[in-house]
């Protein structure tokens, strides 16, 4: 049976610290026996376009490996850009 791993990001998701998500990412989806990877943003105060883009590129390659991709504890202001930019419809935001 396969694995579910968690990442969670604090501070701020934006060019600064852009490849270090990218590696955490391609980490935690390499990681043998993965089913689910649960992005936590509980800790995130700020994200960019870059940071929307990573949440989008871990959906789209954890579909390419057959990992099912989950994002909780979006903060509201987070929630609303992910809104303006009409993401909603495509990131899987667990509501619980």
């Known amino acids: 049976m396969g694995q ?3 990442i ?3 501070g701020d998701v934006d060019l ?3 490849n270090d998500i990218r590696g955490e990412i391609d980490h ?3 990681t043998p026996d993965v089913e689910q990877l649960v992005i936590d943003l ?3 105060g700020f994200v960019d376009s870059l940071g929307l883009g990573m949440l989008v590129y871990a959906v789209d390659s954890g579909g390419t490996r057959g990992v099912a991709v989950s994002i909780r504890h979006v ?3 987070t929630m609303n850009l992910i809104r303006v930019a009409g993401l909603d419809d495509i990131l899987p ?3 619980g």
């Open 4 to 6: 579910s791993v968690e």
């Open 8 to 10: 969670s990001w604090t």
């Open 16 to 18: 600064v610290n852009i």
């Open 28 to 30: 935690a989806l390499n």
């Open 42 to 44: 509980s800790g995130v």
């Open 75 to 77: 903060p509201d202001r």
């Open 93 to 95: 935001i667990d509501a």
